[in-house]
């Protein structure tokens, strides 16, 4: 699939702003693409364009251009969402991400380029998501997750997993990380929209990197600034990582179907919360562009706040509690 074939020119020329000036990842680009072709392909069926029934993936849009797109009102949007949620049995979270892609279309039209005098979806609502709280393992059931590491990878997959836990890495950036990425005491890290921050190694995360690099200077890699190799010397896939983490949850015992890498992320961010770290600077940390991304895991803040007003000596006494002397 590439939207430089398929997608007519109005979308072709967003999708090649978010990818060459916003610089952000492929699978962001053709995430909007996707969902701006099934929105096109929608109008020119529900607009009477091509036959009422002709399938979806066979409606060729390579014609609609800025008048098509210009033309569409927030009714017609919201008549698509009803077919997706109808139809298609697209859930609220998945509906939403459509209106977002959507927004930044016209939003690129409008804005960015002027090339549309009005945004019609501008005060368009988006589905109400339910927020939910994320997984994540205790101190506990991280020191279990660890100790369980054992086999021919063993210095590899403890480095991997301590990484998760203490530094918060997404799974791809773990996957990507170079050699030249390494610095004394800290790791460049390439994160979405190739985005850089530098993430610094605790004394646990230096000691699990430096063994594996012991152990890695004497692979003949074929891929040679990978940092973290495949059985096959090949720089490591995120599939790889994934059967990884799953086996090792297995191990020690732990429920791999509630605890994915991703949870590992939210663990090490759950826990640097627990011991004082304050919420902007876990958002540098984990790489977050928006601080409300962030706060979800305030949860355990106040959780622990709960706790310290109940622990205090104070919590029962009342006012006829008063012992003082007149």
């Known amino acids: 699939m590439s939207y430089r074939d398929e997608a007519p020119q109005p979308v072709r020329e967003f999708l090649v702003y978010h990818d060459t000036i916003k610089g952000q990842s492929k699978r962001t680009v053709d995430s909007y693409f996707l969902d701006l072709r099934t929105f096109t392909r929608y109008l020119y069926v529900s607009r009477g364009l091509v036959p009422r029934d002709t399938a979806l993936e066979d409606v060729d849009i390579s014609s609609a251009g800025l008048d098509f797109y210009g033309a569409v009102t927030v009714s017609e949007v919201y008549d698509f969402l009803a077919y997706l949620s109808r139809?298609?049995?697209l859930n609220a979270a998945s509906r939403a991400r459509m209106i977002?892609?959507?927004k930044g279309f016209y939003k690129y039209l409008t804005v960015k380029t002027k090339q549309l005098d009005t945004d019609?979806?501008?005060d368009l609502d988006t589905p109400k998501l339910q927020k939910t709280l994320p997984h994540y393992l205790t101190l506990e059931e991280s020191k279990r997750l660890l100790s369980a590491v054992d086999g021919k990878n063993k210095e590899r997959d403890y480095c991997i997993l301590c990484l998760f836990l203490n530094c918060g890495l997404r799974i791809s950036e773990m996957a990507g990380l170079d050699l030249t990425d390494i610095?004394?005491?800290s790791l460049l890290i390439h994160g979405k929209?190739?985005?850089q921050r530098e993430v610094y190694l605790n004394d646990a995360s230096a000691r699990?990197?430096?063994d594996w690099l012991l152990v890695r200077r004497s692979i003949p890699a074929v891929d040679k600034n990978a940092v973290f190799l495949s059985n096959r010397r090949k720089r490591i896939s995120v599939d790889s990582i994934q059967v990884m983490v799953r086996n090792t949850l297995l191990k020690a015992g732990l429920d791999p179907s509630q605890i994915s890498p991703h949870k590992l992320r939210h663990t090490a961010a759950t826990l640097m919360l627990q011991n004082g770290v304050?919420?902007?600077t876990l958002?540098?940390?984990?790489?977050h562009e928006s601080l409300n991304t962030t706060q979800i895991y305030t949860h355990v803040a106040n959780a622990e706040l709960k706790k310290a007003a109940a622990a205090n000596p104070l919590a029962r006494f009342g006012p006829n509690d008063d012992d003082s002397e007149d």
Not at 283 to 287: I, K, N, P, S, T
């Open 283 to 287: 958002q540098e940390v984990l790489g």
């Open 208 to 210: 699990a990197l430096n």
């Open 183 to 185: 610095r004394p005491d």
């Open 193 to 195: 929209g190739n985005k």
């Open 100 to 102: 977002t892609s959507i």
């Open 87 to 89: 139809d298609r049995e």
């Open 120 to 122: 019609p979806v501008q």
């Open 278 to 280: 304050d919420v902007r």
